[in-house]
């Protein structure tokens, strides 16, 4: 990490703090009143969220660094379409839920 951007460093640091953040807050509002249906579906948005955030600074770390990309789909043509609307539902949910 030390080899890197400073600034996508600390992005890339910064993610496994959201992931216990975002499972501790959808957990806890589990627990008081969400159906399981509606944490279930949280879950899966917080899932592509932190996909979504992988995608960008991978984008970022070839843009800065000159590195190719191959753009693997697994068979999902439009995965970066789906991960930022994960990634957009996630976020309301924390602001409705806030």
Same mark, same amino acid.
């Given at each position: 990490?030390?080899? $890197? /951007?400073?600034?996508?460093?600390?992005? $890339?640091?910064? $993610?496994? =703090? &959201?992931?216990? #953040? %975002?499972? &501790?807050?959808?957990?806890?509002?589990?627990?008081?009143? #969400? &159906?399981?249906? /509606?944490?279930?579906?949280? /879950?899966? =948005?917080?899932?592509?969220?932190?996909?979504? *955030?992988?995608? #960008?600074?991978? +984008?970022? #770390?070839?843009?800065?660094?000159?590195?190719?990309?191959?753009?693997?789909?697994? %068979?999902?043509?439009? $995965?970066? *379409?789906?991960?930022?609307?994960?990634?957009? =539902?996630? +976020?309301?949910?924390? *602001?409705?839920? /806030?």
């Amino acid at each position: 990490m030390s080899k $890197i /951007d400073r600034e996508l460093a600390c992005r $890339i640091a910064w $993610i496994e =703090n &959201d992931i216990s #953040l %975002g499972s &501790d807050g959808i957990r806890a509002r589990w627990e008081v009143y #969400l &159906d399981p249906e /509606d944490a279930v579906e949280a /879950d899966a =948005n917080l899932v592509g969220y932190f996909g979504y *955030e992988a995608l #960008l600074i991978s +984008k970022l #770390l070839r843009s800065k660094y000159k590195r190719s990309h191959q753009r693997a789909q697994w %068979g999902m043509p439009r $995965i970066e *379409e789906q991960l930022k609307e994960c990634s957009e =539902n996630a +976020k309301k949910f924390f *602001e409705e839920h /806030d």
